[in-house]
């Protein structure tokens, strides 16, 4: 079946604890995302990246980290976590990215969240 | 603010009736897409729509865009109680060139309730 897979789908933390969400596709999409979502202030783009070894800031990039070393992965790392940083996470990859192409609609597909908290 | 903004923020209808959620952005884009949530749920694609195209249409989802206006609307027909999630405009903003950035913008959400 083809999916988005996050993991954790549930962690509670304390400041300062390293942590890691991991993201991994098995579609054999390029572009891959990261995404918190907010109360209020619907989805946030937090880093994409369009190809292994490739990534690039999106709109709130402060606060984490990520790596594409192979195309099925995209983990999410928050170095430092801070109360702030309480958010429900989603992953999401595309064939070729929002644009699309020729054989691509340029549709996202979603994994089904992270709810991170933080103490 | 955000680049797509949704309005309204909420609607309530009956089963039957037709459900029409609007978007407006404000910078250029190569296409526009539609997604639906449920309750806390993964997004799930519903349709997209190049700035080149004026309408779309995928069962009993219509979606417009007016490029000249910068806003987009999505109406459902007859709608269902299934058809209650909320609805998110996501916006492939284009540099100068047209290109794309590679970022896809989601706007604030449209909280779709449809009663039985």
């Known amino acids: 079946e083809a999916q988005v897979t996050q993991n954790p789908r549930y962690l509670i933390t304390v400041t300062g604890k390293k942590l890691t969400v991991t993201c991994s596709q098995n579609m054999n999409h390029e572009y891959m995302s990261w995404y918190r979502q907010d109360p209020g202030l619907g989805l946030r783009q937090i880093y994409y990246s369009m190809n292994v070894e490739v990534t690039d800031k999106g709109d709130v990039p402060e606060g984490y980290k990520v790596s594409r070393k192979e195309k099925r992965n995209f983990p999410l790392i928050l170095e430092s976590p801070s109360p702030n940083q309480t958010s429900l996470y989603f992953c999401?990859?595309?064939?070729?990215?929002?644009?699309?192409?020729?054989?691509?609609?340029?549709?996202?597909?979603f994994g089904e969240g992270s709810r991170l908290t933080v103490l | 603010s955000q680049q797509g903004e949704e309005d309204p923020q909420a609607l309530s209808i009956q089963e039957g009736e037709n459900a029409t959620m609007n978007c407006s952005y404000k910078t250029s884009i190569n296409n526009l897409q539609w997604y639906r949530q449920n309750s806390g749920r993964g997004l799930v694609h519903l349709i997209l729509i190049r700035s080149n195209e004026r309408e779309k249409h995928s069962g009993r989802l219509r979606v417009t865009l007016d490029t000249s206006k910068k806003s987009s609307s999505l109406l459902i027909t007859a709608s269902r109680a299934a058809d209650t999630a909320s609805y998110f405009c996501a916006t492939d903003l284009a540099n100068a060139g047209g290109t794309s950035y590679g970022k896809l913008t989601f706007g604030q959400g449209t909280i779709l309730t449809v009663h039985p």
């Open positions: 999401a990859s595309s064939l070729w990215g929002p644009s699309g192409g020729a054989s691509s609609t340029g549709e996202l597909f």
